[in-house]
């Protein structure tokens, strides 16, 4: 009895996705809940397990179809899986039966088939078609992604070598050197996936429609510094989590939130909605594009669980094992660039929300404090704000009192 792989519900407003890879090929045994194909929509990247054990007979969506909601993506028979294939070759092969030469050739070619399909399975699409464009065997690149899965960067790496061992057989073709490179080994096209087709189109559309303002301001963090150099082993040893500046920033977000309910709230047709609730997104740069997971009820949580709750969220980015939950309802977010480096930039409006707050790179400044000058580690903010709903005296006014925080954090502590 055949069991039909169909594209389960994907989230509320998502009804398309385009097949990202097959981990499985036809004829391979499959066991109950396996991963078989990845998903790519436009928020998230899932995959889709097997409804029961067998062995696929049929591959409906190749890899780069875009698949709507229940659409067939393959079928599960009854078999043993691989181990059949054997047998059936020489179905195909009744011709040449008499020829006892060929009856044995094809016994290598069981444990060959293994491997070729041992490379796809690692191979992630943008490789597969990088690997095709260089002309290099893929199953000879090694991976450095996720379970051994072989990236781009791993296939344009080992492109970048292959001239070096080339040398030696070039010199007897002479002619060989003017001949001009393949186009392949200079430029590289890749498909979109959704997911970075949809962040182009939400921050095209972001700009479009918002009216964007950014405010700056800048930080003095010494006394973070202080507070978390003084009790950041014994909050880990105590909560199992690394006391970092996300958690800090988030508590003086909402501080400030509270005071200026505006940066909380969205444009709804002619309507402005005020949210009560403090949803939190974070940004997080993964392979597959920018993502923003949200912390629910941030306001409810204590540092540690902001912390936990961030690094958690942070992992299954990186792993692509985001929920459509995990990824909705944020009603302010706030952008690390810091971490990579950024001294100042001017974040982009997440949509529907109206404020967005960029933190950058903590960087040791000389400042004039009481007629001397100081070194004080800086940090420049960044408030982008919807102009629409968010007045010019609101916005500076919510980056002043989230610096007041930071550089005397008591306040957070005692509510003040």
């Known amino acids: 009895m055949s069991v039909e792989i169909k594209v389960p519900s994907l989230g509320e407003s998502v009804t ?38 067998g062995v696929l007979t049929d591959i409906m969506a190749e890899e780069g179809a875009d698949v709507e909601v229940g659409a067939l993506l393959g079928v599960i028979g009854e078999g ?29 070619a069981p444990a060959a088939e293994p491997a070729a399909a041992q490379a796809e399975k690692i191979l992630s699409p943008a490789a597969r078609k990088a690997a095709g464009d260089a002309g290099i065997d893929a199953g000879q690149v090694e991976g450095t992604g996720r379970d051994g899965r072989v990236m781009k960067d791993d296939v344009q790496r080992a492109a970048a070598a292959k001239p070096a061992a080339a040398p030696a057989p070039a010199a007897p073709k002479a002619s060989a050197p003017s001949a001009p490179q393949p186009a392949g080994e200079r430029e590289t096209r890749v498909r979109m996936t959704k ?12 700009q479009n429609t918002a009216a964007i303002l950014t405010t700056y301001n800048e930080v003095d963090m010494t006394q973070v510094m202080a507070l978390r150099s003084r009790y950041k082993d014994g909050f880990e040893k105590k909560h199992g989590v690394k006391l970092g500046f996300m958690s800090f920033f988030v508590k003086a977000s ?24 403090y949803d939190v997104g974070v940004a997080v740069g993964t392979e597959q594009g920018l993502v923003v997971p949200v912390v629910r009820d941030a306001d409810q949580l204590s540092f540690a669980g902001v912390e936990a709750t961030i690094n958690a969220l942070g992992v299954k980015a990186r792993d692509g094992k ?7 309802g944020g009603t302010f977010t706030i952008s690390n660039g810091g971490v990579y480096g950024s001294l100042m930039s001017s974040p982009i409006l997440n949509p529907p929300q109206s404020g967005i707050l960029g933190m950058h790179k903590i960087q040791d400044r000389p400042m004039a404090e009481k007629g001397q000058v100081v070194i004080r580690p800086m940090m420049y903010l960044a408030l982008s704000y919807d102009h629409r709903v968010i007045d010019g005296k609101e916005a500076v006014s919510f980056l002043v009192r989230v610096k007041e925080c930071i550089e005397n954090p008591e306040r957070l502590l005692f509510d003040l």
């Open 80 to 108: 043993e899986g691989a181990a059949a294939k054997p047998a059936e070759a020489p179905k195909k092969a009744e011709a040449p039966k008499a020829e006892a030469p060929k009856a044995e050739a094809p016994r290598p």
């Open 195 to 206: 997911l970075r087709r949809r962040i182009a189109e939400r921050l095209k559309d972001a």
């Open 322 to 328: 985001l929920t459509m939950e995990e990824l909705t």
């Open 254 to 277: 909402i501080a400030a939130l509270k005071e200026y309910p505006a940066v909380n709230a969205q444009i709804d047709g002619d309507e402005l909605v005020y949210k009560n609730h």
């Open 16 to 53: 398309e996705a385009t097949i990202g890879q097959w981990f499985k090929k036809v004829g391979d045994r499959i066991e109950a809940d396996e991963p078989l194909v990845e998903l790519e929509t436009d928020k998230v990247t899932l995959e889709v397990n097997a409804p029961s054990a």
